[in-house]
């Protein structure tokens, strides 16, 4: 695993944004029976989700994350010098996105653009991207964007996938200053898990095709997607966490010299109500500790980490609170962060 540690850099700020629409789960009954609806909401505990309209797109999300960070924390933009959009979901194949943000934002032609594409545990990978950067005297400040559009990428007629995603975009502010204590990263990848959670047509490997976007049966319980519709093997995935997150744990834990009492806060990716319970379990962490947007937003992909802090923890962060931050999923990719949030600015929430 590849373990990192950086200082004098930190946050400063954390914005996020969702979407106005509202999906009830329960009531998400136009392609099964409410009763097979009701026990699937039950096991994942995701109740309502945020839906982007057809015109919305993952940077439209971060773009009003961004405007309000830079807002409440009156930010000279011509003084952001780096630029990073993390997505699966971007606006094109090309142009990348973070370059269309830096000219909507009104950033310098001067700043450093450029895309992030990774899964669930991205934001995680960007923090450490930005902080590595960040030990440049030739950047002054740096904004991650983060966003996620998963509704539109997931069969509403495949049990499996239909009730557990949400859209979503977050924005961080990133700054040097002598203040900043250690930050520890912790980060793992298995490609021989590629096909646990994918999207298999519709890039250049497996070009889209007429047939690749028709719907079809995909399973002996009468589950609908196409080939550009994205899949999860749920319990492999489960499988996947509960081997592999609880030695990323340990690991971190003795590589930083950090006790567990000494974390505030544990945020963990919000995949599903049943894993996050698993590993308070399985890790003995304290339920009051582990804040919980699952059931109001659903997985948002790699936007969870920095939505759950926005949305949970905005009025209980005080100056020199510590976190544990753990993200997990498509590729297989995973990560761990312990960091200090030291007069990290919070805004509230935005709906697009």
């Given at each position: 695993?590849?373990?990192?540690?950086?200082?004098?850099?930190?946050?400063?700020?954390?914005?996020?944004?969702?979407?106005?629409?509202?999906?009830k789960?329960?009531?998400?009954?136009?392609?099964f029976?409410?009763?097979?609806?009701?026990?699937?909401?039950?096991?994942?505990?995701?109740?309502?989700?945020?839906?982007?309209?057809?015109?919305?797109?993952?940077?439209d999300?971060?773009?009003?994350?961004?405007?309000?960070?830079?807002?409440?924390?009156?930010?000279?933009?011509?003084?952001?010098?780096?630029?990073?959009?993390?997505?699966?979901?971007?606006?094109?194949?090309?142009?990348?996105?973070?370059?269309?943000?830096?000219?909507?934002?009104?950033?310098?032609?001067?700043?450093?653009?450029?895309?992030?594409?990774?899964?669930?545990?991205?934001f995680?990978?960007?923090?450490?991207?930005?902080?590595?950067?960040?030990?440049?005297?030739?950047?002054?400040?740096?904004?991650?964007?983060?966003?996620?559009?998963r509704?539109?990428?997931?069969?509403?007629?495949?049990?499996?996938?239909?009730?557990?995603?949400g859209?979503?975009?977050?924005?961080?502010?990133?700054?040097?200053?002598?203040?900043?204590?250690?930050?520890?990263?912790?980060?793992?990848?298995?490609?021989?898990?590629?096909?646990l959670?994918?999207?298999?047509?519709?890039?250049?490997?497996?070009?889209?095709?007429?047939?690749?976007m028709?719907?079809?049966?995909?399973d002996?319980?009468?589950?609908?997607?196409?080939?550009?519709?994205?899949?999860?093997?749920?319990?492999?995935?489960?499988?996947?966490?509960?081997?592999?997150?609880?030695?990323?744990?340990?690991?971190?834990?003795?590589?930083?010299?950090?006790?567990?009492?000494?974390?505030?806060?544990f945020?963990?990716?919000?995949?599903?109500?049943?894993?996050?319970?698993y590993?308070?379990?399985?890790?003995?962490?304290?339920i009051?500790?582990?804040?919980?947007?699952i059931?109001?937003?659903?997985?948002t992909?790699?936007?969870?980490?920095?939505?759950?802090?926005?949305?949970?923890l905005?009025?209980?962060?005080?100056?020199?609170?510590?976190?544990?931050?753990?993200?997990?999923?498509?590729?297989?990719t995973?990560?761990?962060?312990?960091?200090?949030?030291?007069?990290?600015?919070?805004?509230?929430?935005?709906?697009?």
């Open positions: 695993m590849a373990l990192l540690t950086f200082s004098g850099v930190g946050i400063s700020a954390l914005s996020a944004a969702i979407p106005r629409t509202v999906i789960n329960y009531e998400y009954t136009e392609h029976p409410a009763d097979e609806v009701k026990e699937v909401v039950d096991k994942i505990g995701i109740v309502e989700r945020r839906f982007a309209d057809g015109n919305t797109c993952s940077s999300l971060c773009f009003a994350a961004a405007e309000k960070l830079i807002a409440d924390n009156q930010i000279d933009r011509s003084e952001i010098d780096l630029l990073i959009f993390i997505s699966q979901t971007p606006d094109y194949r090309m142009p990348a996105t973070s370059v269309i943000l830096q000219h909507r934002l009104g950033l310098s032609t001067s700043a450093m653009a450029f895309d992030i594409n990774l899964g669930c545990s991205a995680i990978y960007g923090l450490s991207v930005a902080f590595g950067l960040m030990q440049q005297p030739g950047l002054r400040k740096a904004l991650i964007l983060d966003g996620e559009t509704s539109k990428v997931y069969s509403p007629k495949d049990r499996r996938t239909g009730f557990i995603f859209d979503a975009g977050a924005a961080a502010l990133i700054e040097r200053n002598e203040k900043y204590q250690n930050t520890y990263f912790s980060f793992n990848s298995d490609g021989a898990r590629e096909d959670i994918k999207i298999r047509n519709g890039g250049y490997r497996f070009p889209s095709t007429a047939e690749s028709k719907e079809k049966v995909v002996e319980y009468g589950n609908i997607r196409s080939d550009e519709q994205g899949y999860m093997n749920g319990s492999e995935v489960f499988n996947f966490v509960i081997s592999e997150i609880p030695k990323d744990f340990k690991s971190i834990f003795e590589y930083s010299k950090v006790e567990k009492a000494e974390i505030d806060f945020v963990f990716h919000q995949a599903n109500s049943f894993i996050n319970s590993l308070a379990k399985k890790l003995k962490i304290e009051e500790k582990i804040p919980s947007t059931e109001k937003y659903g997985n992909s790699s936007v969870s980490v920095p939505l759950t802090i926005v949305s949970e905005k009025d209980k962060i005080s100056s020199g609170n510590k976190l544990f931050l753990s993200a997990f999923g498509v590729g297989m995973w990560a761990s962060s312990i960091i200090k949030l030291d007069g990290c600015k919070i805004s509230d929430i935005v709906e697009v």
